[in-house]
């Protein structure tokens, strides 16, 4: 029972490189959401979708993109790579409303960009 | 604006002893969780409060939630040093599309 599966773990990028994280799920959860989490902070809400082919935007948006093509895959596109965007990253799936019990968080992804 | 507050953010206590992490959270919500991350892992959860008085025991730790002053407390009983880790709340808001909002998190220390 893999549950929510993050590709990759550790990243370095160069400031103005493009990449996508993965997120995968395996319990049907309509619910899927991205989050940064940077010393201090606790977690931020960059985009979030309720079910395939919806997206929305969460607290800190701005450089991210997203899509939801299946149930399954949630992935995160870094446009174009600032120093800012170093962080951890954590996708996380639920069922929404009231089937909603707890988030299923990923192992995250650490992205440094030099 | 959506908003939770933790205290404290830092916590060192001894092990044996008894201490409580607060959470306020600034909107109507019926649904607050707990959550548990080690250094350098995910987030474990710990407690799903689901209505007003929701209270719910696991080991050392004993969770409940006041909807009406919008504060959620987690209470730790005799503290002992595997309990050392970060700990989140997080609010579900209520009204169009959900949002799950955190907490800084308060990082527990138990000292032998």
């Known amino acids: 029972n893999a549950g929510v599966t993050q590709t990759p773990k550790f990243q370095v990028l160069k400031t103005g490189q493009s990449m996508t994280l993965q997120c995968a799920q395996d319990m049907n959860h309509e619910y899927m959401s991205w989050y940064r989490q940077d010393p201090g902070m606790g977690l931020r809400l960059i985009h979030y979708?309720?079910?395939?082919?919806?997206?929305d935007q969460g607290e800190v948006p701005n450089g991210y993109n997203v899509s939801r093509s299946t149930t399954e895959d949630f992935p995160l596109r870094l446009l174009s790579a600032a120093p800012s965007q170093t962080s951890v990253y954590f996708c996380?799936?639920?069922?929404?409303?009231?089937?909603?019990?707890?988030?299923?968080f990923g192992q995250g992804t650490r992205l440094t960009v030099v | 604006e959506l908003k939770v507050e933790q205290n404290p953010l830092f916590l060192s206590m001894q092990e044996g002893k008894n201490y409580t992490i607060y959470c306020n959270y600034s909107t109507t919500s019926d649904r607050l969780y707990w959550y548990r991350q080690d250094p350098g892992k995910s987030l474990e959860s710990l407690f799903v409060l689901l209505s007003n008085g929701a209270v719910k025991q696991e080991g050392r730790l004993m969770a409940s939630l006041d909807t009406k002053a919008r504060l959620s407390t987690l209470h730790i009983t005799a503290a002992v040093h595997d309990l050392s880790a970060t700990y989140f709340c997080a609010f579900l808001t209520q009204g169009g599309s959900e949002k799950l909002v955190f907490g800084k998190g308060t990082k527990l220390t138990v000292n032998p």
């Open positions: 996380a799936s639920s069922l929404p409303g009231q089937g909603v019990t707890e988030a299923f």
């Open positions: 979708s309720v079910g395939a082919g919806i997206t």
